[in-house]
Each structure stands twice: as C-alpha cells, then as structure tokens.
C-alpha cells in the first residue's frame, strides 16, 4: 500500500508540474505583451528602462486604429444584439414549446460551433462570389452574428430549461395574454442569461479575427484585422498597447458574463404585476 501511495503522489505532482507547464505556455505571451505596452522604450526588450502610459495615449492619436476600434465596437453591439434576439426566441421554441423537428433544428442552430470557423468564411465567400455579391458591412454583420447565435441559444436555454414554469402557467390561469405572460414572468426570469448571452456574443464578435479577414469589405478595418495588417511591418509598441486593451475587454467581459450568469438570480414577477386583465 505505501509503495502504491508513494507512486500515486508521484503521479500527482507530475500532473500538476505539467499542468503548471502548460498555463505557463499559454499565459506568459500574454503576460510579455502586457507588460511591454508600459514600455517607455521604443524597442520591446527586457529589462524595461521605464514605466510609461505613452503608447496608450498614441493609440487615440492613430486615426486607423481609432476607426477600426468603433468599427469593432459597432459590429459587437448589433451582432450581440441580433444574435441574442435569435437565441431568446429560439430557446423559448426550443424548451418551453413543442417543436417539430425539434433535434434537427437545434443541430442547425449549433453547427457554426462544430465548423471551423475558416471552413465557413471560405464558403460564405465562395458562395457570395458564385452568386456575384459584393463583401459589405451587412455581410460581416450577418456573418458574425451567424458566430453568435449558438452560443446566446444554449447560454439562455439552459436557463429555461433551470427554471420552472409555474409563474407562468399562473400567469396565463389567470388572464394575462401570452406576450403579458412572456413580459411579465419569463423575461425577468431570463434576463441573468440574456445579459451574458449579451456580453459573451459580443467578446466573440470583438475578437474574432479569422472570419472578419474573409467576410470584411475592402477598406474596412476591425481591431483584430488592424492588429494583423499592423504586424505585417513591423511589432511596435502601440501593438502591444491595443493587445492589453483588447485583452482587458474580453477577458473582463468574459468573466462578467460568466459572474452574471451564475450569480444573479432572475426576477421573480410580483403578485400585483401589469399584464393582467
């Protein structure tokens, strides 16, 4: 037993240096483009001859990264917005209704998970070129939403799917019209998912890079597609000062959308809420 027991420590501590190993690989690029961005040197080297916030401040002053910026921004919002939308609705069909089909459809709404994401910008691309459609902004924004819906739908539907449907049977007993019902009780009752469905489907839209080289329209920049064309010249610093930017947006909306989720409890509708009649 002993001998078994020393062997079985062994094994754990093998486990957690190779596991240390691995988030050391993972992170410390990271890390070394974080702390580079304070660089007061022009040229990223260790050790730092300075701490300076000069290379944010030149990033307000680029007009391309500033453009590319609010075009992110733009392209975010509404594809979390669309997308999120696409996912409340398809999530309702999908749990609190009997749906025909019901397996196929929800295999359709998670497919653009299982494809890589470079096998659908390549297709799209093809088709829009067989069918001789030019790339625009509303092709980026359908694209990306088309990244968002699965995971606003399987964010929110296992939040119905968690709660219970007795406020709104209650509701619709004693009167109140389905959309009521649906405002009144299974809104409130979602509304922890939807935000994070929010926050997750716009982090996805932010930072993809991948989809946005094929789908973008000439002259059109997003951040990460700015940061590629960036490094095909040369690293400099403001590279490193957009990349903790960026990572401080995602990985913090990230973890906001993941805190909502699991913290915030959904409103229970109060007895003498509208939507009675």
Not at 158 to 173: D, H, K, M, P
Not at 236 to 247: D, F, K
Request: glycine letters at 8%; hydrophobic letters at 55%; proline letters at 6%.
């Amino acid at each position: 037993m002993s001998g078994l027991a020393r062997e079985g420590r062994w094994a754990w501590r093998l486990l957690i240096c190779a596991t240390a190993l691995v988030y050391v690989f993972l992170f410390a690029p990271i890390l070394v483009v974080v702390l580079l961005s304070f660089n007061d040197s022009t040229f990223g080297a260790f050790p730092m001859r300075g701490i300076s916030l000069r290379w944010f401040a030149k990033l307000w002053e680029n007009g391309a990264i500033v453009s590319a910026f609010a075009t992110s921004l733009a392209l975010g919002a509404l594809s979390a917005l669309i997308g999120t939308a696409v996912g409340l609705m398809a999530a309702l069909a999908l749990v609190r209704h009997r749906v025909r089909f019901r397996r196929p459809i929800s295999a359709l709404l998670t497919a653009p998970l299982l494809v890589p994401e470079t096998v659908l910008a390549v297709g799209l691309l093809l088709l829009l070129r067989a069918a001789d459609l030019p790339r625009t902004f509303g092709l980026l924004l359908a694209g990306h939403t088309l990244l968002t819906i699965p995971f606003a739908t399987l964010v929110i539907q296992a939040r119905l799917a968690g709660t219970t449907r007795v406020y709104e049977e209650a509701a619709r007993s004693l009167g109140a019209p389905p959309f009521a019902a649906f405002r009144e009780v299974t809104l409130p009752l979602a509304m922890p998912a939807i935000v994070a469905a929010l926050l997750f489907s716009f982090t996805i839209s932010f930072d993809n890079l991948t989809a946005s080289l094929f789908w973008r329209p000439a002259g059109t920049e997003t951040v990460p597609t700015q940061i590629f064309s960036m490094l095909k010249d040369s690293v400099s610093p403001e590279i490193n000062a957009l990349g903790t930017v960026m990572i401080v947006m995602t990985v913090g909306l990230g973890l906001m959308a993941g805190l909502i989720g699991r913290t915030l409890p959904g409103r229970k509708p109060s007895p003498g809420g509208r939507g009675h009649t």
